[in-house]
């Protein structure tokens, strides 16, 4: 490519003063549009700031073992040095309809569950440093949206 015919124009100016620093938290949520904004709220009232892994069916690309994410998790994890992890599912989520077209939305969410509980029994255990993993699944009623922790007894 000609890099003489590429031209940069400033399209817009963020009021966010760039700070070059990181604070070793990482969010790792899916890309349903109906609940991003209320994730970075979440994330917003919960910490300074985030590293953002976003995919569709959040941790599901850990569990199906797709490499090439899982090394991009990793690189982030070791180069941003993550101590903190936020992970989300939610409910009526499109790609685990997907993978389970068969399920119903109680058996999905139970699947989802499991997974994020596996992710977070697989994560703890690889890499040492991870302080804590914050699980939990977003849930909507009468046009409200509810984060629910998930705790394990």
């Not at 979440?42 to 976003?54: E, G, L, N, S």
């Not at 969410?109 to 040492?128: A, G, H, P, R, T």
Request: proline share 1%; aromatic share 18%.
């Amino acid at each position: 490519m000609d890099n003489k015919k590429i031209k940069l124009n400033k399209k817009y100016i963020s009021s966010e003063k760039f700070i070059n620093k990181f604070y070793g938290n990482l969010v790792i949520f899916c890309s349903d549009e109906r609940f991003v904004e209320a994730t970075i709220e979440f994330i917003k009232k919960h910490t300074k700031r985030a590293d953002f892994f976003v995919i569709a069916g959040g941790t599901a690309f850990w569990c199906l073992n797709e490499k090439e994410n899982i090394n991009r998790l990793r690189f982030l994890i070791e180069k941003h040095k993550i101590k903190n992890i936020y992970v989300f599912a939610h409910q009526d989520c499109g790609f685990y309809k997907y993978l389970y077209p068969e399920l119903t939305q109680q058996e999905i969410f139970y699947i989802q569950i499991s997974d994020l509980i596996f992710f977070k029994e697989k994560i703890k255990k690889e890499f040492k440093q991870i302080k804590k993993v914050c699980l939990l699944y977003i849930k909507f009623e009468n046009q409200k949206i509810y984060f629910l922790e998930i705790q394990q007894k």
